[in-house]
């Protein structure tokens, strides 16, 4: 089902009765946002073994660089697709070819479809190896477990766990996603979860349960029909003296400021937590791997944090001018009309952006959304924000520099580190103040022109 929504545009209207311009409406179809899909990660140093076993005739699963997120999706056919950060598209992943698959950087995450009856139920996600596990890991895991809605996690055959591991438990818990504990067992039971779970079909038939649970209970928060969806929608009788431009203007300029002394501040925590993995942990030939995961990590948090920000705007300017609080309708329609002008705000080129690393410590933008959508570690079908994508990454050719032996000078290490950190922040910062700006411009107008005519929707 879809609502017609259209944001006021009086440009060449014609003169209405009692001497007010006409208004000119640009309708757009709305169509209804679709539920996250429902998902399975499957996480810990026996999260191999526990995957083919759930997977059953359709495993084993393959190999992919451990860095990776593997995510097993239903299909006609088996296949398989890497996504590589600074390829617009996806590159095809030989399933019997070595662990890098011949790809100049290890992917973010390589999709495998396969035509397996559980698929029907969720996607199925195997988490990187447990030595991702540090700051920037642990949070794009918990990323992909939010959204996914569930976590089975597999210890070791030792029955260790880290505590990375432990914490990473206790977040996801405290998110509210479901938690699945398996530990190794004898052979002929392998995996025993829980006090009633013996063998891993009573797991499938848990998560299977799960899954038509957490579908019903997405979909009843998500209705296809909102309050405000469609109808006309007036501005306050006191739109004019609200002072709502000024509020919004002001609104603009402190969420910019204070997203970008987070970010500023995050990247500074990187480029400490950087030098100690050159001096002490993983060195030259490990940085590649760490930095990217850190600079995915800041992408996710740079995201959040201006989408929450500009939520918080929209709802406030929204408050100002119609006098009462927007409900979720109305407030979704204005979100598409700011989101669209917002596209169109840099001469109708591509606003997402791709911020990559490049070898000489230099970073390259790239725009599209398929360059974006090669970035994540796990797809986001829904898309609710009003800002476009973002991703920062590091390119294959920086992968190939720290490759050779002979970069194993830690004090060019250092420097290279610290000069691309510093330009990561650079690009990232402007990156939000154009945003801020460009959503102050677009309600702005918008916002003008409703409180000119009375009219915000119809």
Known sequence: MTAAVGAVDSVGAEPGAGGRRGIRLRVDP????????TAVVVAGGGRGPLLDALLGASGP??????????????????????????????????????????????????????????????????APDRSTLDVAGSRILLDVVRRAGALVHVPAADGSVTTAERDLL???AESGAAVFRAAAGDPAAPFDVGPDLADAAQLRRALVEWAGAEALARASANPPMLPGAYGTVRVSAGAHESGWAERLDRACLVAGRTVRQRVAIELANVHLRGVQEIVFGV???????????????????????????????????????????PSEGVRRRVALAVRREVAGADDASDPTRVLLVTSTAGVAAIAGTGAVTALAAYREEADRAVLPPLGVGLSGACYQYWAAPDRADQGHTRSWLQQAVRGVELELLSEVSRRFEAVRRSLNALLTEAVDHGILLT
């Open 30 to 37: 709305v169509e209804p946002v679709p539920d996250e899909p």
């Open 61 to 126: 699963a393959p190999d992919v660089p451990a860095s990776a997120y593997l995510v097993v999706q239903p299909g006609l056919r088996v296949a398989a697709w890497a996504y590589v950060p600074g390829a617009r598209l996806p590159q095809p992943y030989d399933l019997a070819g070595p662990r890098s698959g011949g790809l100049v950087r290890p992917p973010r995450r390589v999709e495998l479809s396969l035509p397996d009856p559980l698929l029907r139920h969720f996607t199925l996600i195997r």
């Open 170 to 172: 206790t977040q996801v």
């Open 283 to 325: 060195g030259s030939a490990g940085l590649p791997d760490a930095l990217d995961r850190e600079m995915h990590a800041v992408s996710l948090r740079a995201v959040a944090e201006c989408d929450a920000a500009v939520d918080r705007i929209l709802d406030d300017a929204l408050t100002q001018v119609l006098g009462e609080i």
